[in-house]
């Protein structure tokens, strides 16, 4: 599940660095009178992924349905609310990400863990110097990245923030067996300290935290629900 740590849907940096190598090209389809339909078409070899966001105003607000692999083309929103118009649209995000780390948690009932659960943070004593994530360079990618235990079923990650210009963090996961990470958490600039609820299938799993920043939008689409 996507934890959005006092991140606001509407980020809008589009910095001339972020501009696709190929436009992206997204249509909407109604596949049921509450369902719709997202593809499109387009590469960009220099994006980390993908977001697709909505709203029910042409001008937003605009909130978060997935970060979605470069490689995936095509989403649908399902059971929507009846005579709404939506509107879609994608935006890439670039920027490095730390060395993995793995984490094993013991899993089962949290009922008797501590109920105190620590808030994000900025923890002191940063780098001498910080370095742009939007240059290409891998220098402003996090370090250091620690994660300790803290129940039976959360984390708690903290890293050194080496970048001075990100819009954010993601915290992204692997979980055994899996193929990709994912991400998992968005996490406010500057923050260093993060933790994080784990769910049954994360009991084993590689982190990594990723220093990002968001490309442009494409073209936005809408569509009008029908039904009742």
């Not at 370095?131 to 235990?149: F, I, M, N, Q």
Request: hydrophobic residues 35%; aromatic residues 8%; proline residues 8%.
């Amino acid at each position: 599940m996507l934890c959005c740590a006092a991140v606001g849907a509407a980020l809008t940096a589009c910095s001339a660095a972020a501009q696709p190598l190929a436009g992206t090209t997204l249509a909407a389809t109604m596949t049921s009178p509450v369902d719709i339909r997202l593809d499109w078409t387009g590469t960009d070899p220099a994006a980390a992924g993908r977001i697709v966001e909505f709203a029910t105003a042409p001008d937003g607000p605009w909130t978060t349905l997935q970060f979605m692999p470069v490689r995936q083309d095509t989403f649908t929103h399902p059971d929507l609310m009846p005579q709404t118009s939506f509107y879609y649209r994608l935006r890439p995000y670039y920027g490095p990400a730390s060395s993995a780390v793995s984490v094993t948690v013991p899993g089962g009932s949290a009922g008797n863990d501590t109920k105190d659960w620590p808030s994000p943070a900025t923890l002191p004593g940063g780098p001498a110097a910080t370095h742009s994530v939007r240059s290409g360079s891998a220098s402003g990618a996090p370090s250091d990245l620690k994660a300790k235990v803290l129940q039976s079923n959360g984390i708690l990650l903290t890293w050194t923030d080496n970048a001075s210009d990100e819009e954010g963090y993601l915290l992204e996961d692997k979980p055994a067996g899996a193929t990709d990470y994912k991400v998992v958490a968005v996490v406010d600039k500057d923050i260093n300290s993060f933790g994080l609820i784990t769910l049954p299938d994360e009991d084993t799993a590689s982190y990594r935290v990723r220093a990002f920043y968001y490309g442009p939008s494409s073209n936005v689409v809408a569509r009008k629900t029908g039904g009742e």
